[in-house]
């Protein structure tokens, strides 16, 4: 995993992530992915920092899709070599596995990288001599290219027992599998706009009244001498 770029960015600390017993490296590299989404369906590759993972480093690996369920280790740290015998770089990621499961994990690659979605691996690899049985577990994480397809995983695998004589192939005893759904970090809901405060009557303020206008009824009676009714025209009635 050395030869990862390091960059200045996207760094997210790890102190509140909860591994499992044994397997701190892979609640390590899951919980950094899961931060690095945010609020999106899958993050980049190109924003992976080898430092967000650096307790996971030898454990940690990346793979690039090349065919329908086939995927080749581009980056692999020096667990899976030792796992191996030799450098994994270029391999298909079913090397690591027993003929019998690699049909298995082919398959779930692949899903992984059509839902998307995430999966584990609960892995053992048979005992024989010089080669003490142990089990493993193994999780898939999906990345986006530059060029927005998802073709990229950020996985890692951990062994947990002594690896003897190599190579060390793995059975698949259970994996499982989740559809991606929106990230962990989404925007809060918008605040419900407040009700219209009810209207108030106006509050009248002393020596700011305008003076009262009266109402004038129109009565003649109430009218000054040169108020006088205007003419009006009468009908006359003629006979002739």
């Not at 590759?45 to 581009?74: C, H, K, M, Q, T």
């Not at 990621?93 to 398959?107: C, D, G, H, I």
């Not at 929106?182 to 009248?204: K, N, S």
Request: hydrophobic fraction near 40%; aromatic fraction near 6%.
């Amino acid at each position: 995993m050395d030869k990862l770029q390091h960059k200045t960015h996207n760094v997210v600390a790890m102190s509140e992530y909860q591994p499992q017993s044994g397997y701190a490296a892979i609640a390590q590299v899951e919980a950094y992915w899961e931060a690095l989404r945010g609020a999106r369906m899958v993050p980049k590759r190109s924003e992976i920092d080898p430092r967000g993972i650096e307790g996971a480093l030898e454990n940690a690996f990346i793979v690039e899709r090349v065919a329908a369920g086939i995927a080749r280790l581009r980056i692999a740290g020096s667990h899976l070599n030792d796992l191996m015998g030799m450098e994994v770089r270029g391999m298909p990621l079913t090397a690591l596995f027993a003929p019998s499961s690699r049909q298995t994990v082919s398959k779930t690659i692949e899903e992984v990288f059509q839902a998307p979605g995430t999966a584990t691996f609960h892995l053992v690899a048979p005992g024989t001599e010089g080669r003490p049985e142990g089990e493993a577990r193994m999780i898939l994480l999906p990345l986006k290219s530059d060029l927005g397809d998802v073709s990229r995983l950020l996985g890692c695998i951990v062994f947990k027992g002594t690896i003897g004589l190599a190579p060390r192939r793995f059975e698949v005893v259970r994996r499982s599998f989740s559809m991606l759904g929106p990230g962990i970090d989404m925007p809060p809901a918008p605040l419900p706009e407040p009700e219209p405060e009810p209207a108030r009557p106006p509050v009248e303020t002393p020596g700011f009244a305008a003076p009262e206008t009266r109402f004038d009824s129109g009565d003649t009676t109430k009218r000054g001498k040169g108020n006088k009714r205007p003419p009006y025209l009468r009908l006359v009635k003629s006979e002739d």
